[in-house]
């Protein structure tokens, strides 16, 4: 086995190693945090603050995002609901090096349905 062949195969290996740690919490972070935020508030008009919480909270266990690695905010202004999720986790590389993720969602939706409006 030649040098180029052997440093190959331990870039690819690296790169595998880096991927199986750190592509799970981005694709939670980058995909999975937008459409939970968003889908829970949009349910504010019909159910109340309590159920958003709950719905944003048994969305992220379906996704496995740790309870201890996350904070979860909907507040009420105006006619408007803000939905906030916060989602931090680390990438440990075997003990010897460790990368820290944070994401920050915001979200927000109608605090009534247009057919409350009127009335």
Do not use: H, W
């Not at 190693?17 to 459409?35: D, E, Q």
């Not at 201890?68 to 906030?84: A, H, L, M, Q, W």
């Amino acid at each position: 086995m030649s040098f180029k062949t052997a440093a190959g195969i331990l870039v690819l290996i690296v790169v595998l190693i880096v991927g199986l740690k750190t592509v799970p919490i981005m694709y939670k972070g980058y995909i999975a945090l937008p459409g939970t935020c968003k889908g829970a508030v949009d349910l504010y008009k019909k159910y109340g603050a309590t159920y958003v919480q709950t719905e944003m909270n048994d969305r992220l266990d379906t996704l496995n995002v740790p309870r201890e690695k996350r904070e979860i905010y909907v507040r009420v202004s105006g006619s408007k609901v803000y939905g906030t999720i916060i989602y931090f986790d680390t990438a440990d590389f075997y003990g010897k090096y460790q990368k820290d993720f944070y994401f920050q969602e915001e979200c927000e939706g109608e605090r009534s349905s247009v057919y409350d409006r009127g009335r």
